[in-house]
């Protein structure tokens, strides 16, 4: 009908939350602040960080990069499944278009401010999942979160 709906986590790292930095709760709220709606035409990518604010006060900086996916028409699925004549079809097809497209996003918290970093990360993560490169999204984060600091003066 409207095209409005709700957002839901599809997947998260870590799976479970750490003691010391729980996963925010509502995010999916945050990431669409107008709401999660179908659209006609795809709108290009967006970044934006906001500042999160736990009870204990402190900052969690919320960096979010929502992109649009080509989603199948509700209302032509239904018909699809009632399996109604051709006319009808071709008449719905005037009020409605047969693809809409449905906002994805990728969220990085961190209690650090580095909205840049945060950009190009959320960059490459869309671009691997857009590209369907076969890299494990696993393995891209944990070398995103992996930095080797040399000892001053010895081997790494």
Known sequence: GSGDGQGQILQRFPEKDWEDNPFPQGIELFC???????????????FFVAVLTDINSERHYCACFTFWEAVESPQSQSHARNGEGEEEEEASSLV???????????????RLDHAE???????????????GLSVSLENVIGNLLT??????????
């Open 32 to 46: 669409q602040p107008s709401g999660w709606q179908l659209l006609p035409e795809r709108n290009p990518p967006t």
């Open 96 to 110: 409605q278009p047969a693809q809409l497209f449905a906002p994805k996003s990728l969220v990085l918290v961190s």
């Open 117 to 131: 970093v945060f950009r190009n990360s959320l960059g490459l993560i869309y671009t691997i999942y857009v590209d």
């Open 147 to 156: 930095c080797t600091i040399p000892i001053t003066g010895g081997a790494q």
